[in-house]
């Protein structure tokens, strides 16, 4: 009886690009900060209703018009957490959600209009105590 040979390719997934610079916050590059919040020891520290804002200018690759994206993030120290455009007029989370410590991620899709809006990402802790999150991906679904 002949031996039969099958030969399989692997097909590995791409690899999603974030398009957040410097989500990891070894340094502040490409972020910027209003009030106490504060990037520190390679982690963002989120205070009470400060914004930390990475400008669509300063991301790698920036939002499309009504398009599903994913973030991710690992929290620290949770609070209840918003992240809307960078100039805080779109709701990408609706709402505040809770996060807890561990990985995080939420889906949204963008609006009609976030390319002439701007795009960015700006994230604000509604908790009295201070919200710490690394990590930061985001990603095209
Ligand atoms: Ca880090």
Redesign the pocket.
Known sequence: MDAKYFKFSVVEAATPTNMVSNG???DDTDWSVTGSVSITG??AILTLDDLLIQAGADMLTNFQNSTNYRITFDCVAGGYLNVYDDGQLVDYLDGFQEVVAGPNSFDFTTPFDIESLGGGLSFKNIAASPLVI??VVLILL
């Open positions: 990891t916050f070894d390679g982690q690394d990590n």
